[in-house]
């Protein structure tokens, strides 16, 4: 079984990777199981579940939440969840039945043991992370006794073949498979020139927030003020 986990796409401000474009990748290249997860919205895998026509592809609906200990990512959601209190988001993903991984561990402003008890797998590689921070996270996931996944961290659609996890056998239930079943990280060579271009990406969009913001508020603002008079002949 051939999955890719921990794909993005524009509705994370630093993405530009269309659902329909991640989802024919998958199809493309004999991809069983695509987990779409965009930065605090479920938008992005639900699009990708409403296209998917293929019978052998299974879309995994999920998330990656900012809270203040970092990124936590959350699988098989059903109701999109609050960013915030990392307790918080945790409790609301177990509530759903949902899996918790710890993504890029290296970025974690705080790791804890009270934080990877609740934790269900560590992403052991991130196509985004330097070879140093992809070491710290499988020897964080090694002391745990957490089962590792890899993660592209895809904004574009050129970070789609950066990297597959292969599941050697599977369970009915695919969160068995997940977290219990044997598996391949199949690792290529990753650019960090998207992550350069990511943070332009987001920038730009906060900035056309602005504008529009702005905008909006000089419109309202003029209501209220009085009108010019004539000066007359």
């Given at each position: 079984m051939k999955a890719l986990f921990h794909i993005h796409t524009r509705y994370s401000p630093d993405a530009l990777l269309s659902p329909a474009k991640a989802l024919k990748y998958a199809q493309d290249n004999g991809f069983d199981v695509l987990a779409v997860t965009d930065h605090d919205t479920l938008a992005g895998a639900r699009e990708a579940e409403k296209l998917n026509?293929?019978?052998r592809l299974s879309i995994i609906t999920g998330a990656e939440y900012s809270t203040e200990k970092g990124h936590i990512i959350g699988l098989f959601l059903k109701d999109d969840i609050l960013p915030g209190n990392s307790v918080d988001v945790i409790s609301a993903i177990k509530s759903q039945g949902?899996?918790?991984?710890?993504?890029h561990p290296v970025r974690l402003k705080e790791v804890d043991d009270e934080l990877m008890r609740h934790v269900d797998i560590?992403?052991?590689h991130n196509c985004r992370?330097?070879?140093?921070g992809n070491r710290f996270?499988?020897?964080?996931?090694?002391?745990?006794?957490?089962?590792?996944?890899?993660?592209?961290?895809a904004h574009f659609?050129?970070?789609l073949k950066l990297g597959a996890v292969e599941f050697h056998n599977r369970y009915d239930d695919p969160r068995k498979t997940i977290l219990k079943a044997q598996r391949t990280l199949?690792?290529?060579?990753s650019s960090h020139h998207y992550k350069q271009i990511s943070g332009f990406i987001h920038s730009y969009r906060q900035y056309g927030l602005?504008?529009?913001f702005m905008r909006e508020f000089m419109e309202k603002i003029t209501k209220f003020l009085p009108k010019p008079t004539g000066s007359g002949k």
């Amino acid at each position: 079984m051939k999955a890719l986990f921990h794909i993005h796409t524009r509705y994370s401000p630093d993405a530009l990777l269309s659902p329909a474009k991640a989802l024919k990748y998958a199809q493309d290249n004999g991809f069983d199981v695509l987990a779409v997860t965009d930065h605090d919205t479920l938008a992005g895998a639900r699009e990708a579940e409403k296209l998917n026509k293929s019978s052998r592809l299974s879309i995994i609906t999920g998330a990656e939440y900012s809270t203040e200990k970092g990124h936590i990512i959350g699988l098989f959601l059903k109701d999109d969840i609050l960013p915030g209190n990392s307790v918080d988001v945790i409790s609301a993903i177990k509530s759903q039945g949902g899996l918790v991984v710890l993504p890029h561990p290296v970025r974690l402003k705080e790791v804890d043991d009270e934080l990877m008890r609740h934790v269900d797998i560590v992403e052991g590689h991130n196509c985004r992370v330097d070879s140093a921070g992809n070491r710290f996270a499988m020897e964080l996931a090694r002391a745990y006794d957490k089962p590792v996944l890899l993660g592209n961290d895809a904004h574009f659609a050129g970070e789609l073949k950066l990297g597959a996890v292969e599941f050697h056998n599977r369970y009915d239930d695919p969160r068995k498979t997940i977290l219990k079943a044997q598996r391949t990280l199949h690792v290529k060579s990753s650019s960090h020139h998207y992550k350069q271009i990511s943070g332009f990406i987001h920038s730009y969009r906060q900035y056309g927030l602005y504008i529009a913001f702005m905008r909006e508020f000089m419109e309202k603002i003029t209501k209220f003020l009085p009108k010019p008079t004539g000066s007359g002949k």
